[in-house]
């Protein structure tokens, strides 16, 4: 079994191209801080608990961005967390077909 990762832009206040790996087992897209900051998401007045690969609960503040993936294009969650790799969550990739099929 190998690892799949997506090439995604996500917009907030600038843009930024980004090479995430692919999590069916996450819900969000999740990036470290510095990414949130650089291109400056609106951040949400929710947090959420993730639960990681070792069964540790964490806190991570939510924002929203804009994210353009495989020609598919739509609002996700970005949960803020201190993570070497973007990942990208199941409720991102299928929510972007689903605004596709909207159109």
Not at 6 to 27: E, H, I, P, Q
Request: a neutral charge; aromatic letters at 6%; glycine letters at 8%.
């Amino acid at each position: 079994m190998g690892y799949i990762y997506v090439d995604l832009v996500l917009r907030g206040r600038t843009s930024k191209n980004v090479r995430a790996l692919v999590d069916t087992g996450s819900a969000y897209i999740v990036l470290d801080p510095k990414t949130v900051s650089e291109i400056g998401l609106l951040e949400t007045p929710f947090n959420v608990e993730l639960t990681l690969t070792d069964k540790r609960r964490v806190r991570a503040k939510l924002y929203l961005a804009e994210v353009e993936a495989e020609g598919r294009r739509g609002p996700a969650f970005v949960a803020e967390l201190d993570t070497p790799t973007p990942i990208i969550g199941a409720y991102a990739v299928d929510s972007g077909s689903k605004i596709d099929r909207l159109k």
